[in-house]
């Protein structure tokens, strides 16, 4: 086996948390080695957010921000005072990538391009003299004793005085995400939690739902229900597919979900008026109706309906021609509109795998990473970043601040 020259890093995965590792200790002056297996860095990066890329959430009280990672806020308070949300902002924006926040306090590029922010991290490690090769998998972590010693890629070994390992999750596999580190780092002695999809969409058993694929509804309120028995509701924007349920809204009910899914028969209710009782609803059809009493009920539906939708939903009204007059539509028939629209029917049959997975779960226990400088407590040069640490997050920029956090830190110390 060939042995290359020494380098200061190796950063194993070209994706957020490893260009910004490798990006960073090459800007502290050290000789960086950036291994991708796929043909190009950051092939996530480039799709995230819809191609639009959620860089971060622009909640700059730490604490507040580290209420959304579960189990792990005790953990990350330290490396996220180190670099948090304000020093992402300073970050893309002195490099030439201005930020807009948006609903729910969600940080964009101004361009809402995921290319832009590649190329801002392109650049990064390019500008810091990083050596990336591409196409170059891994197929063992090499450590004597307590230490890595190198990495072995395409035949040869590279060795290093630091290794980074920031190879991803499950998410989105088609990416290079196949859950390669977990292996590795069970071989290292460390204790990981398998990965489950936690920020995926739901599959659904229901026709209309399915019928209208691309269709987004805004404020709406989904109610779930385990056996029929009321469990929670959310509200926020819902996205239909040709399976089923996405959106953030549902993103983030998904990992709630499994659970019920878990324990019985799942489905549940969506709102499409929130913000009205049946009554007022009721009051608001009424006047439509009287508005336009000669006009055919599908026609009039629609304007009550959400955009898109009205005539899949009024075909759920069992013996409601859609096409008779409004004139005719008795007392029994409208409380029916009304009831549909407070109540559209949904059942959930799984959650969607790990290829339609915004995050997953799973990862190293937090107990075993000094996650002040993210070094493995169990050897003293490995560190460890982004998805492969064991932490909950919903959707919103918290997954991709966790890698930037956790790759600047990481570079900074390794």
């Known amino acids: 086996m060939a042995s290359e020259e020494q380098y200061d890093v190796i950063v194993v995965g070209g994706g957020a948390s490893g260009i910004m590792a490798a990006g960073r200790a090459g800007e502290l002056g050290k000789k960086v080695l950036l291994l991708e297996k796929n043909r190009l860095l950051g092939e996530k990066l ?54 807009v926040v948006q609903a729910k306090k969600r940080a964009f590029p101004k361009t809402e391009k995921a290319l832009d922010v590649f190329k801002v991290m392109e650049h990064y490690v390019r500008d810091n003299g990083v050596v990336v090769k591409n196409m170059s998998p891994v197929s063992k972590i090499v ?57 995926v969409p739901l599959a659904v058993a229901d026709r209309w739902i399915k019928d209208l694929p691309g269709v987004s509804i805004e404020s709406m309120k989904i109610t779930f229900f385990l056996d029929s028995k009321k469990r929670f509701s959310k509200t926020g924007k819902i996205l239909f597919t040709h399976f089923g349920l996405s959106g953030p809204l549902i993103l983030n009910s998904a990992k709630d979900v499994d659970g ?23 009051k608001k059809v009424i006047e439509l109706f009287d508005a336009n009493k000669n006009k055919n ?10 955009p898109g939708t009205g005539d899949r939903i009024l075909s759920l009204i069992d013996g409601l021609d859609p096409d008779k007059k409004i004139n005719s539509v008795i007392v029994e028939e409208r409380k029916k509109i009304v009831r549909i629209l407070k109540s559209l029917p949904v059942t959930i049959t799984s959650l969607m795998g790990s290829d339609r997975a915004v995050a997953a779960d799973g990862g190293v226990v937090l107990d075993e990473v000094d996650t002040k400088t993210m070094r493995s407590l169990k050897l003293d040069n490995l560190f460890i970043t982004g998805d492969l640490l064991h932490i909950n997050r919903p959707s919103g920029g918290y997954s991709l601040q966790l890698c930037w956090t956790t790759g600047y830190i990481a570079g900074s110390n390794a």
Do not use: M
């Open 46 to 99: 480039k799709i995230t957010g819809g191609g639009r890329c959620n860089i971060t959430n622009a909640e700059f009280d730490i604490r507040a921000l580290l209420k959304n990672y579960g189990d792990a806020e005790q953990f990350l308070y330290s490396s996220f005072s180190q670099f948090g949300v304000k020093e992402t902002f300073n970050f893309f924006e002195s490099h030439g990538l201005p930020l």
């Open 143 to 199: 450590s004597v004793g307590n230490k890595v010693e190198g990495v072995i890629s395409n035949g040869i070994l590279y060795k290093a005085k630091s290794v980074v390992l920031a190879t991803g999750g499950i998410s989105h596999p088609e990416t290079g995400s196949t859950g390669d580190g977990f292996n590795w780092l069970n071989a290292l002695g460390h204790t990981t939690v398998p990965p489950t999809p936690t920020i």
């Open 260 to 282: 019920l899914l878990r324990s019985g028969v799942v489905t549940a209710t969506i709102d499409t008026y929130p913000d009205l009782d049946i009554g007022d609803l009721e």
């Open 297 to 306: 009920l599908k026609n009039v539906f629609r304007e009550v309906a959400p």
